[in-house]
């Protein structure tokens, strides 16, 4: 998957800071692969989950893809279980 574009709405990037205070940058190294390689699995329909490293810890983002444009609906920490999925699959 080639992610060409990144779009977060501003009430999205809101909801990320406030909620589960992650940062933009961090969405865009994990789905850049910026730290290190993600593992993105569709979810339904155009819906992903990509779980990857970041310069402050594992996180999780949710978005859609379309024509190499990713569209964040939401980003967090990674629980335990999503850690373990990304090294099991990683290796």
């Known amino acids: ?30 789905l850049c692969d910026e730290v290190g390689k993600s593992y993105i699995e569709r979810v339904g329909g155009d819906q992903y989950i990509a779980i990857g490293k970041s310069h402050a810890g594992y996180a ?16 967090y920490y990674s629980t335990n279980w999503q850690v373990n999925l990304y090294k099991k699959k990683r290796n």
């Open 60 to 75: 999780t983002v949710i978005f859609t893809y379309i024509s190499g444009t990713a569209t964040i609906k939401t980003a």
């Open 1 to 30: 998957m080639k992610i060409r574009k990144i779009i977060m709405e501003e009430h999205v990037a809101e909801k990320i800071v406030s909620k589960h205070n992650l940062k933009r940058i961090i969405v865009r190294e994990v």
